[in-house]
């Protein structure tokens, strides 16, 4: 949760329940707030209707439902870039005995993360001390980092169908401000589409077809107008599967005919 979002939920556990109300209490802009909101319905943390806005649940930001206790995997596993603390290595301020070193003047980031295991989204196989793995919401990206020392641990159950029910509730609110789920494991980089994993997402985007309820097959862009070609290669696909009832899929990431596609996909699924 980052600190907007933090001063926003703040605001309402403290009586504000309009725009106007959010606004005076935390001085943040009307954009930022909105953009706080939508993050925050989209975490279920909080509901808009027409009374206004209400948290859910306890006051998770003030009075967190769990505590650290024996945890310190966030000044570990996570990287903290103000205090030169690269991913998967204990920050140079934190001491067995004492906790963090400098906890009164520690960076912005440490002061607002909470990770969703604390926030009580997730239950207590996720206790980050014990399962390795850090999750932690932003505005469009469920993130979640994993320990070196376990690297494969989010494969595992019940960590990977949590995730994949996670995604799949990103992907469906596409064009509904849609989140993606990002796994962080040592070097490597993995999106999740359901059960279906895409590793080194590219930063243009990844265009993606559903093959079952939980499965995708995928394509990563190489530059914006592939992503482009890409989302047109797909409507024609769903436009032929509607017509015919199916549609051949390319098998190879590199087969990604020009536009138009309709004969090529035709002849491929020899509806010709
Ligand atoms: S990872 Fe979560 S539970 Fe562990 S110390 Fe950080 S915020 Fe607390
Ligand atoms: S500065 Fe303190 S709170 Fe932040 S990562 Fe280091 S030890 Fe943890």
Not at 17 to 45: H, Y
Not at 210 to 226: G, N
Request: charged content about 25%; aromatic content about 8%; some cysteine.
């Amino acid at each position: 949760m980052d600190q907007a979002m933090l001063s926003v939920v703040r605001a309402v556990e403290a009586g504000a329940t309009t725009m106007k109300g959010v606004i005076d209490a935390t001085g943040l802009s009307r954009l930022k707030i909105e953009r706080a909101l939508n993050a925050l319905e989209k975490q279920k943390l909080l509901v808009r209707d027409g009374q206004g806005f209400r948290g859910t649940g306890p006051t998770r930001t003030t009075q967190p439902a769990r505590e650290c206790g024996s945890c310190n995997a966030c000044c570990d596993i996570l990287e903290v870039a103000a205090v030169d603390k690269p991913v998967n290595q204990l920050c140079g301020h934190w001491q067995a005995d004492t906790g963090c070193t400098i906890y009164e003047r520690r960076p912005q980031m440490c002061r607002s993360f909470v990770c969703a295991w604390l926030q009580g989204h997730l239950d207590d196989d996720w206790f980050p001390a014990k399962s390795g793995i850090v999750v932690h919401f932003s505005q469009d990206a469920v993130n979640v980092t994993v320990d070196d020392h376990c690297r494969d641990r989010w494969r595992e159950e019940p960590y990977l169908s949590k995730l994949a029910e996670w995604s799949l509730n990103g992907i469906s609110r596409i064009g509904n401000r849609g989140y993606a789920t990002l796994v962080v494991s040592g070097a490597d980089r993995f999106l999740l589409l359901g059960r279906t994993v895409v590793p080194e997402p590219t930063l243009f985007g990844t265009a993606f077809l559903p093959l079952t309820a939980e499965t995708f097959r995928f394509w990563r862009a190489k530059s914006p107008e592939h992503l482009q070609r890409l989302h047109e290669r797909i409507a024609e696909i769903e436009r032929i599967r509607q017509e015919f009832g199916s549609c051949a899929i390319p098998e190879n990431e590199d087969d990604d005919p020009q536009a138009p596609y309709r004969p090529a996909l035709l002849r491929q699924s020899n509806h010709a």
